[in-house]
């Protein structure tokens, strides 16, 4: 965030600043506002177009509103109730899954999906119905989500859920924020003895194994993701650890991880101070972390604390710095179940085609999934970090092709490029049902984003 400004627009106070995602790519002028409540929200909705921002965690543009406002969730972040018999929480949208996790994890619960950063607010999690480790045995956040209250462009406050105004419920998990701000939600957490992880990695030598052991290990463990090598040439190609996790019980624990199990967990972490005024990320740098990744890793099975095993990149402050000012793209993608191992593997190939390569490359199985924008079905979820630079867009254009070609989709949380067109391919059926409840709820498109003008659903 640079260059603050601050101005007043009829009595409306913001600062003009100029915003991206965690990627840094687009970047854009924007009037950040900062509501306490509703009221404020009302008011700052009767100066213009305006998109909500939880901790600006998503990659691209869903958050950014070029030119105008964005309302920042940062000051809307209560507790307002807690059933400790259900584990159904109430909470405003502005909620972390971190002061989740730090107020509730020694209360025996836990989030019953989390994605791979605990910096995400609640409103942002459901508003990209958020996938995690566990998605093809528990589904996306959204399964979890019993109600919420959302603002309307007509300034009306309108409870959702699956029984109660439905439609615009299903439009709005995963629906980007263009429906409307969400002010709170209900959702249903996790009941757990432990915050350990009883996981298990296991070493493999090519793509055909993980494939294989993904089938093999899918009844045992409730969370399962692969990292894997995609520079890998020979017959290492496609060389890949996969992590296998359930939560641990109390009584399978070592006794000093029992006494620690009442304690509050400290994390450590270090920092990338500054972006780096050049990228360092290469076909060779990449091979070599690559290597190192690979060759350290081990077969084993131990316990290891959740923030471990389901946060490793928090624990390194501004991560995204080493990609330089220019930034980087996350692309993800799902394929269909059947045609995974091929989609997969040709896509890999393109990468190398293009000079390319990734060390936060992930492959996991995704599950069936309600949610009309919602980016999972039934298949293979591969997330790979692009950093800018020439021949980078080329590079996922082609790669867009062969998503469209076996019947994939992109995720929108992660998008920084996709165009109409492909948009509209890739969601066929799912765009226009959208389309109907967007404008039956906001005809005026005073809920927009720069997203949502760049794919269609918000027509400038």
């Not at 993904?214 to 890998?232: G, K, N, T």
């Amino acid at each position: 965030m640079e260059e603050r400004a601050f101005k007043t627009q009829n009595s409306m106070k913001f600062e003009e600043m100029e915003l991206s995602g965690f990627g840094k790519y687009p970047k854009a002028k924007c009037k950040v506002t900062r509501p306490t409540g509703i009221e404020d929200l009302k008011e700052y909705l009767k100066e213009g177009p305006m998109v909500g921002r939880g901790l600006g965690r998503s990659y691209g543009d869903a958050a950014i509103n070029k030119g105008g406002f964005v309302a920042e969730s940062i000051h809307m972040n209560r507790f307002l109730a807690f059933d400790e018999s259900t584990g159904i929480l109430r909470c405003e949208a502005g909620v972390t899954y971190e002061n989740l996790l730090d107020t509730f994890v020694l209360r025996g619960w836990f989030p019953p999906v989390t994605p791979g950063t605990k910096y995400v607010t609640m409103g942002g999690a459901i508003a990209s119905d958020v996938h995690g480790k566990n998605h093809h045995k528990a589904g996306s956040i959204s399964s979890f989500v019993l109600s919420f209250n959302i603002l309307t462009a007509s300034g009306k406050v309108m409870k959702c859920s699956r029984e109660e105004n439905s439609d615009l419920f299903w439009a709005t998990v995963g629906g980007m924020g263009l429906t409307g701000f969400i002010l709170d939600c209900e959702i249903k957490l996790r009941k757990i003895e432990s915050p350990y992880i009883e996981s298990k990695a296991v070493k493999l030598g090519n793509l055909n194994a993980l494939f294989d052991k993904f089938e093999e290990y899918d009844a045992d463990y409730h969370y399962s993701v692969a990292w894997m090598d995609i520079v890998a040439k020979g017959s290492s190609y496609g060389r890949n650890v996969l992590f296998l996790g359930n939560h641990s019980k109390l009584d399978e624990l070592p006794e000093k991880l029992k006494l620690r199990s009442k304690e509050k967990h400290i994390e450590k972490k270090i920092s990338v101070p500054f972006e780096i005024p050049f990228s360092t990320l290469n076909k060779v740098t990449i091979s070599l972390f690559n290597s190192m990744i690979y060759m350290t890793s081990k077969n084993k099975e131990n316990f290891e604390h959740y923030d471990k095993y389901f946060y490793p990149l928090d624990s390194i402050l501004n991560w995204n710095h080493i990609y330089s000012k220019s930034g980087l793209i996350q692309y993800q993608l799902n394929i269909p179940e059947d045609r995974g191992k091929e989609a997969v593997d040709k896509l890999l190939h393109k990468v190398v085609s293009f000079g390319g390569g990734s060390f936060l490359a992930v492959l996991k199985k995704m599950g069936d999934q309600e949610g009309i924008l919602s980016f999972p079905f039934r298949g293979y979820t591969l997330s790979m970090d692009f950093p800018v630079k020439k021949g980078t867009i080329e590079m996922c254009r082609k790669l867009d092709e062969i998503v469209l070609d076996y019947g994939g989709r992109t995720y929108l949380t992660k998008d920084s490029i996709l165009d109409e067109v492909t948009f509209k391919k890739m969601y066929k059926g799912l765009w226009e049902k959208w389309m109907d409840i967007k404008i039956k709820y906001d005809p005026e498109n005073k809920f927009t984003s720069s997203l949502g003008r760049r794919i269609g659903l918000c027509p400038s």
